[in-house]
């Protein structure tokens, strides 16, 4: 139970950095940035367990709950990470929630529903962000994988076949 304790109290901070880093302003590179605070905080967080006594005396000593909390941050940030490109993107059934909330009394209409529904741009999006990222570039309207790119697509690849996932969304 320490040890979870510890290991919530190290995400929270990471967290609360990238929540005080995103008021002050939003980087341009958002999944790298993401990595350099949540990955940057953990050997940080495992130094300071080490170097105060007082905050480690409660955890049993050793490496092997360093390893623990290390795998859970690592863990916790990496499904921090892939879920807040969900959140980064504006869901269409909230939108079209917020769009009725924010309607007259008189309501929307189904065509102002459908009219919403198609401006959202949720693709295009997606790969502004890949391509923000590094992951993608376009030539002539043309995209391929940069090298970068190819590193996560053999990485999910290889997570697939881990878990005999076929190919799809």
Known sequence: MR???VSVVLFLLAFTLHWLAWRVRIPQRQTLALLLIFLGTLPLGLLVLVSLPELYAPVPAGLAPLVQVALFHISAAFVYIVLYSLLEEQSPTLSLVKLVADAPASGRTRAE??????????????????????????ENGVYHLTSKGRSWARIFRWWRSILNIGVGG
Do not use: N, P, Y
Request: no cysteine.
């Open 3 to 5: 040890l979870t304790a």
């Open 113 to 138: 529903l459908f009219a919403h529904l198609e401006a959202i741009q949720t693709l295009q999006s997606r790969l502004e962000a890949l391509l923000r990222d590094g992951l993608l570039r376009e």
